[in-house]
Protein backbone atom coordinates (compact mmCIF):
# COMPACT_ATOMS: atom_id res chain seq x y z
CA UNK A 1 0.00 0.00 0.00
CA UNK A 2 1.61 3.36 -1.42
CA UNK A 3 1.73 5.82 1.54
CA UNK A 4 3.59 8.58 3.75
CA UNK A 5 3.72 8.44 7.09
CA UNK A 6 4.61 11.64 8.73
CA UNK A 7 6.18 11.96 12.47
CA UNK A 8 3.84 13.28 15.18
CA UNK A 9 2.76 16.63 16.77
CA UNK A 10 5.34 19.25 17.60
CA UNK A 11 5.57 22.43 20.52
CA UNK A 12 8.45 24.90 19.41
CA UNK A 13 9.18 28.44 21.62
CA UNK A 14 9.84 31.23 18.61
CA UNK A 15 13.39 30.86 17.30
CA UNK A 16 13.25 27.59 17.59
CA UNK A 17 14.07 24.93 15.01
CA UNK A 18 11.46 21.80 13.63
CA UNK A 19 12.39 18.93 11.74
CA UNK A 20 9.62 16.51 10.42
CA UNK A 21 9.48 13.69 8.77
CA UNK A 22 7.92 11.42 5.96
CA UNK A 23 8.12 7.81 5.32
CA UNK A 24 7.35 6.39 2.32
CA UNK A 25 6.50 2.83 1.76
CA UNK A 26 4.85 0.44 -1.39
CA UNK A 27 7.22 2.68 -3.22
CA UNK A 28 10.86 3.13 -3.90
CA UNK A 29 11.38 6.85 -3.31
CA UNK A 30 14.48 7.60 -5.50
CA UNK A 31 11.92 7.13 -8.37
CA UNK A 32 10.11 10.40 -6.92
CA UNK A 33 9.84 13.91 -5.64
CA UNK A 34 8.31 14.89 -2.42
CA UNK A 35 7.11 18.37 -1.86
CA UNK A 36 5.85 20.18 1.72
CA UNK A 37 2.87 21.72 1.68
CA UNK A 38 1.55 23.74 5.25
CA UNK A 39 -1.97 24.83 5.98
CA UNK A 40 -2.31 27.54 9.19
CA UNK A 41 -5.18 27.20 10.79
CA UNK A 42 -8.52 27.95 8.73
CA UNK A 43 -6.32 29.29 6.06
CA UNK A 44 -5.33 27.25 2.75
CA UNK A 45 -2.57 25.06 1.19
CA UNK A 46 0.77 27.02 0.96
CA UNK A 47 3.71 24.91 -0.91
CA UNK A 48 7.24 25.23 1.22
CA UNK A 49 9.49 23.22 -1.41
CA UNK A 50 10.46 19.92 -2.50
CA UNK A 51 13.25 17.32 -3.23
CA UNK A 52 14.10 15.18 -6.68
CA UNK A 53 14.97 12.18 -4.29
CA UNK A 54 16.29 10.93 -7.89
CA UNK A 55 18.91 13.39 -8.09
CA UNK A 56 18.96 15.89 -5.06
CA UNK A 57 17.58 18.97 -6.57
CA UNK A 58 15.56 21.16 -4.33
CA UNK A 59 13.39 24.21 -4.87
CA UNK A 60 11.52 26.38 -2.24
CA UNK A 61 9.28 29.01 -1.99
CA UNK A 62 10.87 32.59 -2.12
CA UNK A 63 8.89 33.56 1.24
CA UNK A 64 10.71 30.88 3.08
CA UNK A 65 14.32 30.81 1.42
CA UNK A 66 16.77 30.87 4.09
CA UNK A 67 14.79 29.50 6.43
CA UNK A 68 13.80 26.05 5.12
CA UNK A 69 16.11 23.08 4.39
CA UNK A 70 14.29 19.64 2.48
CA UNK A 71 16.39 16.13 2.29
CA UNK A 72 15.88 12.62 1.88
CA UNK A 73 17.14 9.22 3.09
CA UNK A 74 17.40 6.98 0.55
CA UNK A 75 18.06 4.39 2.87
CA UNK A 76 15.20 4.50 5.18
CA UNK A 77 13.05 6.00 2.62
CA UNK A 78 12.54 8.80 4.25
CA UNK A 79 11.78 12.86 3.52
CA UNK A 80 12.87 15.49 5.89
CA UNK A 81 11.72 19.44 6.43
CA UNK A 82 13.80 21.36 8.45
CA UNK A 83 12.25 25.05 9.31
CA UNK A 84 14.72 27.56 11.13
CA UNK A 85 14.32 30.92 13.14
CA UNK A 86 10.31 29.40 13.67
CA UNK A 87 7.79 32.57 14.39
CA UNK A 88 4.22 32.12 15.38
CA UNK A 89 2.45 32.48 11.66
CA UNK A 90 4.63 29.30 11.33
CA UNK A 91 2.22 27.20 13.41
CA UNK A 92 0.33 25.09 10.70
CA UNK A 93 -0.30 21.55 9.62
CA UNK A 94 2.76 20.23 7.49
CA UNK A 95 2.06 17.74 4.84
CA UNK A 96 4.48 15.93 2.67
CA UNK A 97 3.44 14.83 -0.61
CA UNK A 98 4.18 12.25 -3.69
CA UNK A 99 5.87 14.02 -6.68
CA UNK A 100 5.60 11.91 -9.75
CA UNK A 101 8.73 12.41 -12.33
CA UNK A 102 6.53 14.15 -14.92
CA UNK A 103 4.72 16.16 -11.43
CA UNK A 104 3.81 19.03 -13.94
CA UNK A 105 1.25 16.87 -15.08
CA UNK A 106 0.82 14.77 -12.39
CA UNK A 107 0.58 16.84 -9.69
CA UNK A 108 1.20 15.65 -5.79
CA UNK A 109 -0.32 12.13 -5.65
CA UNK A 110 -0.20 11.14 -2.21
CA UNK A 111 -0.50 12.84 0.86
CA UNK A 112 1.24 12.22 4.11
CA UNK A 113 -1.52 12.70 7.27
CA UNK A 114 -0.21 15.77 8.59
CA UNK A 115 2.16 16.97 10.78
CA UNK A 116 0.91 19.55 13.29
CA UNK A 117 3.86 21.87 14.29
CA UNK A 118 2.67 24.56 16.69
CA UNK A 119 5.09 27.77 17.80
CA UNK A 120 4.29 29.68 21.21
CA UNK A 121 6.33 30.36 24.37
CA UNK B 1 -3.81 36.50 -1.43
CA UNK B 2 -3.32 33.76 -3.76
CA UNK B 3 -2.07 33.67 -7.15
CA UNK B 4 -4.54 32.01 -8.13
CA UNK B 5 -7.90 32.77 -7.27
CA UNK B 6 -11.00 30.99 -6.26
CA UNK B 7 -14.48 31.50 -4.82
CA UNK B 8 -14.13 31.48 -1.26
CA UNK B 9 -17.70 29.52 -1.15
CA UNK B 10 -20.01 27.89 -3.63
CA UNK B 11 -22.95 25.91 -2.48
CA UNK B 12 -25.73 23.72 -3.94
CA UNK B 13 -28.83 20.84 -3.67
CA UNK B 14 -28.32 17.60 -3.78
CA UNK B 15 -28.32 16.62 -7.05
CA UNK B 16 -27.56 19.80 -8.85
CA UNK B 17 -24.33 20.70 -10.63
CA UNK B 18 -21.72 23.30 -9.04
CA UNK B 19 -18.79 24.35 -10.74
CA UNK B 20 -15.84 26.16 -9.27
CA UNK B 21 -13.67 28.52 -10.86
CA UNK B 22 -9.53 28.91 -10.72
CA UNK B 23 -8.12 31.79 -12.35
CA UNK B 24 -4.50 32.46 -13.12
CA UNK B 25 -2.16 34.46 -15.05
CA UNK B 26 0.76 34.19 -18.20
CA UNK B 27 3.31 32.85 -16.02
CA UNK B 28 1.10 29.89 -14.70
CA UNK B 29 -1.64 28.38 -16.26
CA UNK B 30 -1.82 30.40 -19.49
CA UNK B 31 1.86 29.69 -19.64
CA UNK B 32 0.70 25.82 -20.49
CA UNK B 33 0.96 24.82 -16.94
CA UNK B 34 -1.24 21.68 -16.09
CA UNK B 35 -4.22 22.64 -13.55
CA UNK B 36 -4.93 19.85 -10.46
CA UNK B 37 -7.54 19.71 -8.51
CA UNK B 38 -7.84 18.60 -4.38
CA UNK B 39 -10.54 17.76 -2.32
CA UNK B 40 -9.93 18.73 1.66
CA UNK B 41 -12.98 16.62 3.76
CA UNK B 42 -13.33 17.85 7.03
CA UNK B 43 -10.19 17.43 9.35
CA UNK B 44 -8.31 15.09 6.89
CA UNK B 45 -5.26 15.29 4.24
CA UNK B 46 -6.14 16.57 0.81
CA UNK B 47 -6.62 14.52 -1.92
CA UNK B 48 -5.62 14.20 -5.49
CA UNK B 49 -9.54 14.92 -7.20
CA UNK B 50 -8.07 16.04 -10.22
CA UNK B 51 -4.42 15.97 -12.52
CA UNK B 52 -3.33 17.19 -15.67
CA UNK B 53 -6.42 19.66 -16.45
CA UNK B 54 -8.69 16.63 -16.93
CA UNK B 55 -7.87 13.39 -15.52
CA UNK B 56 -9.26 11.65 -12.66
CA UNK B 57 -7.29 9.36 -10.85
CA UNK B 58 -8.68 5.69 -9.84
CA UNK B 59 -11.57 5.54 -7.30
CA UNK B 60 -12.95 9.58 -8.18
CA UNK B 61 -16.25 9.34 -9.60
CA UNK B 62 -16.97 10.38 -12.69
CA UNK B 63 -19.34 13.29 -11.19
CA UNK B 64 -16.33 15.14 -11.10
CA UNK B 65 -14.57 17.20 -14.05
CA UNK B 66 -12.71 19.47 -14.91
CA UNK B 67 -11.42 21.94 -18.25
CA UNK B 68 -8.43 24.86 -18.89
CA UNK B 69 -8.90 27.41 -21.07
CA UNK B 70 -6.66 30.14 -21.32
CA UNK B 71 -5.41 31.87 -18.03
CA UNK B 72 -8.15 29.87 -16.37
CA UNK B 73 -9.50 26.52 -15.48
CA UNK B 74 -13.22 25.28 -13.81
CA UNK B 75 -13.78 22.11 -11.53
CA UNK B 76 -17.61 20.63 -11.79
CA UNK B 77 -19.42 18.41 -9.97
CA UNK B 78 -22.48 17.11 -10.84
CA UNK B 79 -25.58 14.74 -8.87
CA UNK B 80 -24.00 16.30 -6.03
CA UNK B 81 -23.74 14.47 -2.81
CA UNK B 82 -23.85 15.63 0.84
CA UNK B 83 -20.30 13.68 1.26
CA UNK B 84 -19.26 16.33 -1.49
CA UNK B 85 -19.33 18.56 1.42
CA UNK B 86 -15.29 19.81 1.09
CA UNK B 87 -12.74 22.41 0.39
CA UNK B 88 -11.44 22.57 -2.93
CA UNK B 89 -8.34 23.64 -4.16
CA UNK B 90 -7.00 24.09 -7.93
CA UNK B 91 -2.74 23.67 -8.15
CA UNK B 92 -0.32 24.80 -11.14
CA UNK B 93 3.45 25.76 -11.51
CA UNK B 94 4.50 29.16 -11.89
CA UNK B 95 7.14 30.07 -13.57
CA UNK B 96 8.18 33.84 -12.18
CA UNK B 97 7.97 32.16 -8.69
CA UNK B 98 9.91 28.89 -9.79
CA UNK B 99 7.22 26.56 -7.76
CA UNK B 100 3.91 25.49 -7.02
CA UNK B 101 1.31 27.48 -6.58
CA UNK B 102 -2.56 27.25 -4.85
CA UNK B 103 -5.86 28.98 -4.89
CA UNK B 104 -6.95 30.02 -1.79
CA UNK B 105 -9.91 27.03 -1.89
CA UNK B 106 -13.13 26.91 -2.19
CA UNK B 107 -16.06 25.75 0.22
CA UNK B 108 -18.70 23.63 -1.49
CA UNK B 109 -21.74 23.28 0.74
CA UNK B 110 -24.32 21.01 -0.04
CA UNK B 111 -27.44 22.89 1.17
Known amino acids: QVQLAQSGAEVKPPGASVKVSCKAS????????ISWVRQAPGQGLEWMGWISAYNGYTNYAQKLQGRVTVTTDPSTSTAYVELRSLRSDDTAVYYC??????????????WGQGTTVTVSS | QSVLTQPPSVSGAPGQRVTISCTGS?????????VHWYQQLPGTAPKLLIY???NRPSGVPDRFSSSKSGTSASLAITGLQAEDEADYYC???????????FGGGTKLTVL
Open chain 2, 26 to 34: SSNIGAGYD
Open chain 1, 26 to 33: GFTLTNYG
Open chain 2, 91 to 101: QSFDTSLSGSV
Open chain 2, 52 to 54: GNS
Open chain 1, 97 to 110: TRLPRNYYYYGMDV
